[in-house]
């Protein structure tokens, strides 16, 4: 009898106790979530390993460009080309569609050879998918390069040359876009401020020494472009020389003759 009176309050001691107390729901965390690893992501790249720095949306908004970061001087050559296109295609002057044609000609053949010497390699290294997007813009460049040097041998009197320079816009203009609304903001992502800014001085520095006319027959990669480019730069310069420039601050090169001639 005692066993069983035992055995009777224990089962009714265990019914008392088997009500759980409600449990909050905690939400399961992943350690390496994207919000996790997008502040620093390890990317590889063949045997290389490259560092991603991700700023925050507002920091990699094309319309927030940092001054003196590398997407900044590049806007600026952009704005610069379209300036030039501008002053050509609005005139009824031949000689100032000449003198702007050189002005045009100088920086774009410039800004070109300066991204695929500095920029490009950047982005090849360090954006993730970098050396297709590379492939893709060196391909664009050549089709620029053809375009501007059938351009920069006619005069403002043939028939062809304001179809040849809205034929070449038309298609710089769209690698523009690209490479302002996805190229450079992929690059700036993969990139800190010191970084960019040096990058940004060293297009500047490259502009000194490349060639000022189109040679789409050069060779288009470093460091044989670096190469070819130092061998023709000097011809080209001497040539500037005897070339007609407009009289706005910037738009002709430091070798040239004096403005208005």
């Known amino acids: 009898m005692l066993r069983r009176s035992l055995r009777s309050t224990l089962l009714r001691g265990s019914k008392a106790c088997s009500i759980p107390a409600p449990v909050a729901r905690v939400g399961l965390v992943r350690p390496y979530s994207e919000q996790f690893m997008s502040n620093s992501q390890m990317r590889s790249n063949g045997d290389k390993q490259t560092t991603r720095y991700n700023r925050s949306s507002e920091d990699s908004n094309p319309a927030a460009l940092q001054v003196g970061s590398i997407s900044s001087v590049i806007h600026q050559d952009h704005r610069q080309i379209e300036d030039y296109y501008e002053k050509i295609v609005n005139s009824k002057d031949t000689d100032i569609q000449l003198r702007y044609q050189n002005a045009f000609v100088w920086a774009l053949t410039r800004h070109a050879i300066a991204e695929e010497l500095v920029v490009y390699p950047s982005i090849e290294t360090g954006v993730n998918n970098g050396k297709i997007m590379v492939d893709k813009d060196r391909a664009e460049h050549q089709v620029t390069k053809e375009q501007l040097y059938k351009f920069q041998n006619m005069t403002p009197r043939d028939a062809g040359f304001i179809p040849t320079l809205e034929s070449l816009m038309k298609d710089l203009k769209m690698h523009i876009k690209e490479e302002e609304e996805h190229d450079l903001v992929k690059l700036e992502e993969a990139l800190v ?3 960019s800014k040096n990058l940004a001085h ?3 520095r490259a502009k000194t020494f490349i060639p000022t006319r189109s040679h789409p027959s050069a060779p288009n990669k470093p460091p044989f ?3 070819v480019g130092l061998l023709t730069a000097p011809l080209d310069k001497i040539r500037d020389l005897f070339r007609s420039w407009p ?5 002709r090169p ?3 003759g ?3 001639r």
């Open 254 to 256: 430091p070798s040239a």
């Open 193 to 195: 401020p010191s970084r």
């Open 258 to 260: 004096s403005p208005g």
């Open 225 to 227: 472009e670096t190469a």
């Open 202 to 204: 060293q297009f500047e």
């Open 247 to 251: 009289n706005d601050p910037g738009t």
